[in-house]
């Protein structure tokens, strides 16, 4: 199959034209604009980070709701879900979570040439895991939200138990206790995740909506 570059902008286009030893590149014959076009959507991934209890899964589902009651073809990829399945065989450990980060990135990114609306909502604690996710989409397309909500309420949250055990000292490697939390330096969108859902999930239809350059009816409010 002949490569069509023009498919792509420049930075993708080196990406993807890569081959590694026997593998080749396979070039889809319907492009991702014309995926996302019959569905009326822009394709994009919205990438939620923040600490554990910041609010990213219920976030991410009062999104995904509110995008399908608007006509959207959108899917949540959530940490948890995903550590059960297609990360299913992988650890804590620095190297586990920077694996646990690429995989559900690449899916991404898969979905997105699909013509979908991703929601990743994934701690996704460091800058460079979430760099290097970003990297596989093309520019405009990762849309990153940080839910910057405070440790304290995280915490007093603690809807799994988990910083509990984290601060026994029973759970190693836990993010924002006994492991890094690095902020993003230039997200897209940055919320304070102890505000009323309903107004932070807004807040990003709004984003989502500037993004689809008026392609997308998303003039939708939940409230
Ligand atoms: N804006 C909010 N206001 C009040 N409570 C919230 C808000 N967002 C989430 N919660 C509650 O906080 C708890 C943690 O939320 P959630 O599970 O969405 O966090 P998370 O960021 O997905 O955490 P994790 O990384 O551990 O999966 C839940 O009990 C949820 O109902
Ligand atoms: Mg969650």
């Not at 920077?98 to 990135?105: D, F, G, K, S, Y």
């Not at 890094?180 to 997200?187: F, G, I, Q, S, T």
Request: net charge neutral; aromatic share 6%.
């Amino acid at each position: 199959m002949t490569t069509r570059p023009e498919m792509y902008p420049l930075g993708r286009r080196i990406r993807r034209s890569h081959s590694h030893g026997n593998l080749q590149w396979q070039e889809s014959a319907v492009t991702k604009l014309q995926r996302s076009a019959i569905k009326s959507q822009k394709a994009c991934c919205i990438w939620f980070t923040g600490l554990s209890g910041a609010g990213k899964t219920t976030l991410a589902n009062l999104l995904d709701e509110a995008l399908f009651a608007a006509g959207a073809h959108a899917f949540v990829l959530d940490g948890d879900r995903c550590r059960n399945g297609i990360c299913g065989d992988l650890d804590f450990s620095p190297e586990g979570r920077m694996e646990n980060v690429r995989r559900i990135a690449e899916v991404a990114s898969l979905m997105v040439d699909a013509g979908l609306i991703v929601i990743v909502s994934l701690i996704s604690p460091l800058v460079a895991q979430r760099q290097k996710a970003r990297e596989l989409f093309e520019p405009g397309e990762f849309l990153e939200v940080y839910l910057d909500t405070p440790l304290d309420v995280c915490e007093k949250r603690d809807a799994k138990g988990l910083y509990k055990k984290a601060r026994q000292g029973l759970i190693p490697n836990f993010t924002g206790i006994s492991s890094a939390y690095e902020p993003p330096a230039n997200p897209e969108l940055t919320l304070d995740g102890s505000g009323a859902p309903h107004e932070l999930v807004n807040q990003i239809l709004r984003l989502v909506h500037q993004r689809s350059e008026e392609e997308f009816a998303c003039e939708t409010s939940i409230i």
